[in-house]
């Protein structure tokens, strides 16, 4: 994904410069830390089937802290606001935490 997205920078870089500041300006924590921004993107992701966006949202949510409790609870929401297939969609945020978690967890015993 990330040769792509070099690939999208260099051939549209208005258009993804664009979306970088569209991003920067939603993530800017105000009434919504950003935290929890981050968890309404997982369940968005979820409830779309943005694969790529789950790995990429719910690493970040860990990134600012999100506990497996949290992420459930986000998965909840996507669930009732997605259907059936957010169900199916929502095992591949609980696989992308556990692999994210464990790589923090490794990382963190290692230093």
């Given amino acids: 994904m990330a040769a792509h997205l070099r690939t999208l920078r260099g051939g549209?870089?208005?258009v993804m410069k664009a979306f970088a500041g569209i991003a920067q300006a939603a993530l800017s924590p105000k009434a919504l830390?950003?935290?929890?921004?981050e968890l309404v993107a997982l369940g968005i992701a979820v409830a779309v089937r943005c694969d790529d966006c789950i790995g990429f949202h719910v690493k970040a949510a860990l990134e600012q802290g999100a506990t497996r409790e949290e992420v459930m609870e986000t998965?909840?929401?996507?669930i009732y606001m997605g259907?059936?297939?957010a169900v199916m969609y929502a095992?591949?945020?609980i696989d992308a935490?556990?692999?994210?978690?464990n790589t923090t967890a490794g990382a963190a015993s290692a230093a």
């Avoid at 935490?97 to 978690?101: I, L, V």
């Fill in 12 to 14: 549209a870089p208005e």
């Fill in 33 to 37: 830390d950003v935290k929890t921004k």
């Fill in 75 to 78: 998965l909840g929401m996507a």
């Fill in 83 to 85: 259907a059936g297939p």
């Fill in 91 to 93: 095992s591949h945020a």
């Fill in 97 to 101: 935490f556990d692999q994210f978690k």
